[in-house]
């Protein structure tokens, strides 16, 4: 099945805050994280709950590839291409979610602090779309010169 632009581009912001949110929440306990966990999505909001209760240890799991020996199932990696072909066509727009979501991949270390300032930017600028998103990560990684 096909998604034209127009369709990745509306679900795309609010699916890769869930997943960004879902990762910070495991590592960043802070309430206010949780209350944005919460807004994301259930399942983001379910994770940081057992979490809490101290099962496993969160960082370890960001700390591998998701793809041991680094090749995707071909399916998928059909699907991803498209997905980097959609993030480089608007690149300044999509450049954070590319380079954040190829870290999380290859199990490369994150700044969590950084990625928890950036789950918790406000409902008002999510809802303003990418290109706000962009703007404020943008502001965020030149105040902490990443």
Not at 30 to 45: D, G, K, L, N, T
Not at 106 to 129: H, I, M, N, T, Y
Request: proline share 5%; glycine share 6%.
């Amino acid at each position: 099945m096909l998604v034209n632009n127009a369709v990745l581009r509306e679900s795309a912001l609010p699916v890769l805050r869930a997943i960004l949110t879902s990762a910070v929440a495991g590592i960043c306990l802070a309430q206010e994280v949780m209350r944005s966990a919460r807004s994301a999505s259930a399942y983001a909001a379910a994770a940081v709950s057992r979490l809490q209760r101290g099962k496993g240890k969160p960082t370890e799991v960001f700390l591998r590839p998701l793809w041991p020996g680094g090749a995707q199932p071909k399916g998928l990696a059909r699907q991803y291409e498209k997905l980097r072909s959609f993030w480089k066509h608007d690149a300044p727009v999509w450049t954070f979610w590319r380079n954040w979501n190829e870290d999380m991949l290859a199990g490369r270390p994150v700044d969590w602090d950084f990625l928890r300032q950036a789950v918790l930017l406000s409902d008002e600028d999510w809802k303003a779309g990418p290109e706000r998103i962009a703007d404020r990560i943008e502001e965020l990684q030149t105040r902490i010169k990443l």
